[in-house]
């Protein structure tokens, strides 16, 4: 019999068809991925056959998928035991601390993003306060004194305030990065951005307050935290695990007009494939786009890549795309993106500008 | 050479520090211990977490690893104390962790019951709930086999004295039975 002539149960009851749904061989899994390619026409009964398949096998499936979270996290951990050693004046640091990848795997992710226009709040002048910035690096983990760790994003900054795990344990975030906070009662934990403050009570999260973006977003994985506006101290929110607040920026510049400021508390968005939420994709070292016009792809890279980028025809932004990019350059991603649906990029003036 | 002896020797060059053994050992019992972990609880989520959990753990203390006289029991012990630890802490599934420390009410997950619970969807879950009722009893355990074990037809036809063609009848008719029901 001719696979071309197959149905979804000949497919589903067909063994090297079982191991590539499986994953359980490389090749069956070249040969399907092929044959469906050849095939396009067979499409809706290969996605019915693979959906028997799953079932039956209670989701056994995406053993790859899982590889990669673990060569992720072990490329993490291999990271943070660098800056450990780059970090040697953090005397107080047991390694069992700072260990956030289980934390990560669970998922606690706070993400905050704040107008640039905000961001002009006097920071407190002190002798002792502390820098440390990203620069250019894509991702730059630092041990804080009191045992937390943060992983700044590229062109993120953080300002320890003065007195830093004497007094207080307050710091300043501009730009986005992710957080393993040490718990200790007696001393919470602040991150102030331009916009909001964020009480946080020993967890893990992810916070970003980007230059130039008209929302701020706070998503929360798991622990707890207390959102409360600069500008209107009582109001406060405490976000439950899987939940995010937006507030769109432009109406805090208004907040005597009663009501005017909007925000929404909405649940984290996850990732179809594999159930983490896209908020976090960051921090396991990868860019991800799940069928998304190239208008939103372009404003991804530009974040993500740290350079302007620019359409010269309306045409092209509607394109859609999915793939994931890993620490490539972004004339690497572009090339890639354009493989599946041709458009073509130059690169002027440190612009990238893409065209039909 | 045999599945647990190739674990043992990806077991003592993970010991020593190589990163290729620690994934071969990763890929070799991933299978088993995801369905172990299934039988436990039906969230497959949580299992498939857990086993990555496990592996970071078994790579951060590489050095601190004793010699193993069975590495998948091993594995299996660590992986339940994973998913008990997990459970506990996610503290809503009280049922699962009581009856996973009772060691006198222990009881496995059956197969339908495995298949169900993974399903996040209400409706699907009463379908497939369904659905599986019309199947015949050998029709059920020869799709157990077949997508949850993951035997071959050959294997599945010598486990229960039939040819390999009844068994793939056997297993066709099912998942006519079922595509037709779940529809």
Redesign the interface.
Known sequence: MNFQDYE??DF??D?SF?RYC?E?DDAAILFWEDWISQYPGKKAVIQ?ARH??E??????G??LE??R???D??AQ?DLLQHALVAAPENETISLRRV?P??AI??GIVLLATTAYLFYQKQLPHSADRMLISAGNELRKTVVLPDGSSIILRKNSTVELAAGFNQVNRDLTLTGEAFFDVTHDAQHPFMVHTALVDIKVLGTVFNVSAYTGNGQMETALFKGKVEVAWKAMPERKITLQPNQKLIINAATVQAPTAAGAQTYKVMPLDADPVD?KAKEIAWVRNRLEIENEPLVEIAAKLEKWYGIPVTFADDEVKNYRYSGTFESETIMKALDALQLSYPFSFRMVNGVIIISK | MSYEEDNCIHWERLRSGD?QAF?AL??NT??HL??FG?KIC?N??LV??C???L???L??KQQTLRPVSNVQAYLFTALKRHLIDQLTYQSKIHAAVNRMTDEASERELSYEE??IQ??QDEELKQR?HRAMKALTPRQTEL?RL???E?L??EQIAAQTSQSMKTA?NT??DA??T??RL?K
Do not use: P
């Open positions: 979804a149960v589903a009851c063994e079982q499986l359980e019915e028997m398949v079932l039956l096998s209670a989701k056994q995406n053993r899982q590889l979270h673990l060569k996290g072990i951990y260990l990848y289980a795997l669970a159930h | 990163k994934f990763y890929n991933y299978a995801l369905r299934l039906g497959d989520e498939k977490d086993i990555t959990q592996f970071l753990q790579w951060s495995i298949i993974v399903q497939l799709i077949k997508f949850f993951g071959t037809y793939y297993v066709y998942i006519k079922l595509r779940l």
